[in-house]
């Protein structure tokens, strides 16, 4: 009889003693008085308050993006995500772009600025007049003092941090830094805390230039996930909001479309590539080119990373583009495969082929090889895209181009339907094919970056002490119906 009461005063210790907590009365008081209304807006606000203060205490967490667009460029080209910013908070679509460092949207003062888009949105514009959680970045901020690659920040009119740059097809923006709250879902483990917040650095566009003001392929912005410390990325990671990892699932069918998540997609056949150091973009050491299993005739010092070579993974490119050495060998390799099974046609100045049956049982399987022994696998979609109508009916060309300036780019044709991860703390760079139609396994952060499964978390405080109290009641229940004998 003893033992069990020993073991009923073990029950109540463990029910109020796990993790420091001691049996007491709490006495709660109403935040907001019960007489007295409260505006919908200052419930909001306090909501805000309490969610950056969750998500400060987060080990990791998943932020995910819907994805629309295609990486047909007959239909745009691109691939966009919507982001909500401000109080209250407006929505934008803006370009996935690997290849950049900074978010920026449309300011409502812009000027040379399309008012329309060829992608069937609406364009919205960010007034930072009207949003009650806004403020500007003055001169002697430290973002303004530092110089970032892809945006020399400068000291505007005013006192504010303005930035200016371009991209690689010629197009450029200009405008000031904001700092204001982006809304996200995030999920922890099997949970999801919705309409969470934090407050976040980013452009506000007031000029623009070359294909950015083409109403044609308008967007209201665009989403840069560089490493600079500057990008959504690097300025949510280094809060502890989200693991400094995020993935992109392109769906490469007519409809596009896809998904995005700032944090880690497994799965079993992934492959990883180490990013090549002190690079400011996504650069990986390829190494050769193989089509049909057989090995191209390159001098691998042409894939060789410095000033003005290397090889970079950019969402924000449409086509992918290889060096002069490589593309050459790369389409007469495709033509020498093919001839006995198709008619070659040469369409504005690119290799195309007449063919009367499904491409993947006519062009062969190419094989991009990178260091650590990670091959991209490219079915014939990956490297042909639709050219315009010739005599003989339509044909399929090769959609890479060729470049002179020694730097290869991987754009969408060869990103679309498979699985890539940014490892940002681990410094590589994951992938394996995937149909980006079905549901993603993905896993999170811990403090201590290890990466594990979201459907095995460890149990928290509370479910271990209910856990020792089912144990110490079954015992007891068992002792019971024994003394009972």
């Given at each position: 009889m003893k033992f069990l009461i020993l073991l009923l005063v073990a029950a109540v210790a463990v029910s109020g003693g796990v993790g420091g907590f001691q049996s007491k009365v709490l006495t709660l008081e109403r935040a907001f008085p019960a007489n007295k209304t409260v505006d919908l807006e200052v419930l909001r606000a306090r909501d805000r308050v309490r969610h950056a203060r969750m998500l400060?205490?987060?080990?990791?967490?998943?932020?995910?993006?819907?994805?629309a667009g295609t990486s047909d460029p007959y239909y745009g080209g691109l691939y966009f995500t919507k982001v909500r910013l401000g109080s209250p908070p407006k929505e934008f679509n803006v370009q996935i772009d690997t290849g950049s460092d900074i978010l920026w949207v449309t300011c409502s003062s812009c000027s040379n600025c399309p008012q329309s888009s060829g992608f069937g949105v609406e364009l919205n514009f960010y007034d930072a007049g009207t949003s009650s959680t806004a403020s500007s970045v003055s001169c002697s901020d430290s973002i303004c003092s530092s110089i970032v690659q892809t945006a020399d920040a400068s000291c505007l009119e005013g006192n504010q941090c303005g930035y200016k740059f371009q991209y690689g097809d010629g197009s450029g923006t200009s405008g000031q830094y904001v700092t204001d709250l982006l809304y996200f879902d995030t999920i922890v483990g099997s949970s999801m805390?919705?309409?969470?917040?934090?407050?976040i650095t980013f452009g506000?566009?007031?000029?623009?230039?070359?294909?950015?003001?083409?109403?044609?392929?308008?967007?209201?912005?665009?989403?840069?996930?560089?490493?600079?410390?500057?990008?959504?990325?690097?300025?949510?990671?280094?809060?502890?909001?989200?693991?400094?990892?995020?993935?992109?699932?392109?769906?490469?069918?007519?409809?596009?479309?896809?998904?995005?998540?700032?944090?880690?997609?497994?799965?079993?056949?992934?492959?990883?590539?180490?990013?090549?150091?002190?690079?400011?973009h996504y650069n990986l050491?390829?190494?050769?080119?193989?089509?049909?299993?057989?090995?191209?005739?390159?001098?691998?010092?042409?894939?060789?990373?410095?000033?003005?070579?290397?090889?970079?993974?950019?969402?924000?490119?449409?086509?992918?583009?290889?060096?002069?050495?490589?593309?050459?060998?790369?389409?007469?390799?495709?033509?020498?495969?093919?001839?006995?099974?198709?008619?070659?046609?040469?369409?504005?100045?690119?290799?195309?082929?007449?063919?009367?049956?499904s491409i993947n049982g006519v062009f062969p399987e190419v094989s991009l090889n990178f260091a650590g022994g990670a091959a991209m696998i490219l079915k014939p979609d990956n490297y042909l895209v639709h050219g315009d109508p010739v005599?003989?009916?339509?044909?399929?060309?090769?959609?890479?181009?060729?470049?002179?300036?020694?730097?290869?780019?991987?754009?969408?044709?060869?990103?679309?339907?498979?699985?890539?991860?940014?490892?940002?703390?681990?410094?590589?760079?994951?992938?394996?094919?995937?149909?980006?139609?079905?549901?993603?396994?993905?896993?999170?952060?811990?403090?201590?970056?290890?990466?594990?499964?979201?459907g095995e978390l460890s149990q928290s405080s509370?479910?271990?002490?209910?856990?020792?109290?089912?144990?110490?009641?079954?015992?007891?229940?068992?002792?019971?119906?024994?003394?009972?004998?």
């Open positions: 400060q205490r987060f080990s990791g967490g998943i932020v995910d993006f819907n994805v805390i919705a309409n969470s917040s934090a407050s506000c566009s007031t000029y623009q230039t070359g294909s950015l003001t083409k109403p044609d392929k308008a967007i209201d912005g665009i989403f840069g996930f560089g490493q600079h410390g500057l990008s959504i990325v690097s300025q949510l990671s280094s809060r502890g909001i989200t693991p400094k990892v995020f993935s992109h699932c392109l769906k490469g069918d007519g409809t596009g479309g896809g998904k995005l998540v700032l944090g880690e997609i497994l799965d079993p056949t992934m492959v990883y590539s180490p990013l090549v150091p002190s690079q400011p050491d390829l190494h050769n080119i193989a089509v049909n299993g057989q090995m191209l005739p390159i001098d691998p010092s042409v894939f060789t990373t410095s000033d003005n070579r290397g090889t970079i993974v950019d969402t924000g490119t449409t086509l992918t583009y290889l060096v002069e050495e490589a593309f050459d060998p790369f389409v007469n390799a495709i033509t020498s495969a093919v001839s006995q099974l198709t008619t070659p046609v040469i369409s504005k100045g690119t290799q195309c082929y007449l063919v009367s049956s005599d003989g009916g339509t044909p399929w060309c090769i959609g890479f181009q060729k470049v002179q300036n020694g730097v290869s780019i991987l754009g969408d044709l060869v990103l679309k339907d498979k699985i890539f991860v940014y490892d940002i703390s681990k410094k590589r760079i994951g992938w394996t094919d995937y149909d980006c139609s079905n549901d993603v396994n993905v896993s999170i952060t811990s403090s201590k970056d290890e990466f594990r499964n979201a509370s479910s271990r002490t209910a856990s020792v109290l089912a144990i110490l009641l079954h015992i007891i229940a068992v002792i019971l119906r024994f003394s009972l004998w």
